[in-house]
């Protein structure tokens, strides 16, 4: 899911707005376990890295911009948790398990 308002809307200030974050959960069936800290290596990153990263889907279609975020945090840290896709108000409109995928020969 996507917010159609993400692009259109002034989100300047509201917390998460249109915004895509790795959590520190690791499920996305119980929305108390997901955790409400986005994930990332503190000892590697003084702030957030996950802060900006957002995105923009006018009329529902996102747009194909693809962001770098350093976490600090390899592979192997960053599977098995939740990425949270945000709304304009910043609440939580989907939810992901990040998984290990094999490479094809």
């Known amino acids: 899911g996507a917010d159609p308002a993400c692009g259109m809307v002034d989100i300047i200030g509201v917390g998460n707005a249109c ?18 800290h986005h994930y990332y290596a503190s000892t590697a990153n003084a702030t957030d890295p996950w802060a900006l990263i957002s995105y923009t889907a006018p009329g529902g279609a996102s747009t194909g911009l693809t ?39």
């Open 19 to 36: 915004g895509i974050h790795v959590h520190n959960g690791f499920t996305c069936s119980d929305a108390s376990l997901i955790g409400g």
């Open 67 to 105: 962001s770098a975020v350093t976490t600090g945090a390899d592979a192997a840290n960053i599977t098995g948790r939740a990425m949270v896709v945000h709304d304009a108000s910043g609440a939580r409109i989907a939810c992901g398990i990040i998984e290990e995928v094999e490479e094809r020969p």
